[in-house]
């Protein structure tokens, strides 16, 4: 992106929606950050039973040394609002589903709802979405009955009580039809927004795994900064706090130990992952501001970079992490030690944190006339790591 391109053209924020742990909508978990509210807890029963796959030893096999997380709550969801038939259900990962009602709050925010008149047309979908999503899990289990069988007839099961039991296991998993692979699919996300609201920009997802959405974001403002589109939704979503994504990062290992985050503490020892959905509406400034929309904020940088060959596709190389800083305030044309507040990324890890903070202190750290502080904080603390929708937590 031209370094001047942002400065020329600034990018209105008009509206937004936020799904996190213990907070069903914007409004809640704003509340919920400035009365500092901790929304990590134990694993619901809804989701998974630690009875099945939970271990204190990190090294037990095929099992995660962590019970807590950030959940999101019930969600209500009417599938006749957005034109789906209720059958529909069972095959489409709860990641689609949600989209739809983040999208349509985001949108009702900016003051763009259903029954709103606006250029559609010009309207698109940029989302942070990473790896598969929860239906997989349950669609490839199912098709593991070949496995099964030869286990049980190797075991001296009969062929009858054999054929029994198989379908007993099938039924306890979903069946596949023509939904299912629609159903599954991470870049449908956008794609059922964009349908179901009758938007006729571009819809896509982008992986770049803890950054998907801010890089989403990175996108939908070059969509808008080169006219080909008029309004963008952006941001993450990630609702996979599954037995799957909790194996993960058991074994990476990444958790902490103690069942605590603690960005930036000196007793932090590891992650908890956090289930969430945060979408922006985005506009140019001067049409934001000419149609009279409220704005939240204007975004008049973005930085990126990648930390090159380093130590191990793991370790995070603090002059990387400042190079996207500098990057960012370089395009906006602002001093760094202009900032009173950074939201760091702040995951709570041993080699994430000190390497985020040697890497900030390189920007913020430089010795100015103004000998101000800089507040740093991270949103993790109280939502967990939200993975694809982190950024978008975060920017929130």
Same mark, same amino acid.
């Not at 020329?8 to 008009?14: L, N, S, Y």
């Not at 305030?329 to 009173?340: K, R």
């Given at each position: 992106m031209n370094s001047n391109l942002l400065q020329?053209?600034?990018?209105?924020?008009?509206?937004?929606?936020?799904i996190f742990a213990k907070a069903a909508s914007l409004t809640e978990y704003w509340d919920n950050i400035l009365n500092k509210i901790d929304g990590i807890t134990d694993v619901p029963p809804s989701r998974w039973d630690p009875a099945d796959y939970y271990d204190p030893d990190p090294t037990a096999e095929d099992k995660t040394y962590c019970k807590v997380g950030g959940f999101i709550p019930d969600i209500d969801f009417n599938p006749l609002e957005f034109g789906l038939p209720p059958n529909l259900l069972e095959v489409t990962d709860s990641s689609q589903l949600l989209g739809l009602v983040a999208a349509r709050d985001a949108m009702e925010d900016a003051g763009y709802g259903t029954d709103t008149e606006f250029d559609r047309e010009n309207t698109g979908v940029v989302l942070g979405v990473a790896g598969g999503q929860k239906l997989i899990s349950d669609l490839s289990s199912r098709l593991q009955y070949p496995i099964w069988q030869k286990v049980l007839e190797s075991s001296g099961i009969s062929p009858e009580d054999t054929e029994i039991i198989i379908e007993k296991m099938k039924m306890a998993y979903v069946p596949w039809n023509e939904n299912s692979f629609p159903g599954l699919l991470g870049n449908v996300i956008a794609g059922r927004i964009a349908n179901r609201l009758d938007l006729g920009g571009m819809n896509s997802v982008i992986d770049a795994a803890c950054a998907s959405s801010l890089a989403a974001v990175k996108s939908s403002v070059s969509e808008l900064i080169e006219g080909r589109a008029n309004m963008m939704i952006t941001g993450g979503v990630d609702a996979d706090n599954s037995p799957f994504t909790y194996l993960c990062f058991s074994k990476t290992p990444a958790f902490s130990p103690s069942q605590k985050i603690r960005p930036f503490d000196q007793e932090s020892d590891g992650m908890l992952i956090g289930e969430g959905l945060g979408l922006i509406v985005l506009k140019r400034l001067e049409d934001a501001e000419r149609d009279g929309d409220r704005i939240y904020a204007v975004?008049? @940088?973005?930085?990126?970079?990648?930390? %090159?060959?380093?130590?191990?596709?793991?370790?995070?190389?603090?002059?990387?992490?400042?190079?996207?800083?500098?990057?960012?305030?370089?395009?906006? @044309?602002?001093?760094?030690?202009?900032? %009173?507040?950074?939201e760091a990324h702040g995951t709570g890890t041993k080699a994430g944190d000190p390497a985020e903070f040697t890497g900030l202190k390189a920007v913020f750290g430089t010795p100015n006339g103004n000998k101000q502080s800089i507040a740093i904080g991270s949103v993790k603390s109280q939502i967990g790591h939200t993975k694809a929708a982190a950024g978008a937590a975060a920017m929130i």
């Open positions: 020329k053209t600034p990018i209105a924020i008009i509206g937004q929606a936020a975004i008049r @940088g973005i930085g990126s970079s990648s930390d %090159g060959k380093y130590k191990s596709i793991y370790a995070p190389r603090p002059s990387g992490q400042s190079l996207a800083i500098k990057r960012a305030y370089e395009e906006a @044309g602002f001093a760094p030690h202009a900032v %009173g507040l950074v």
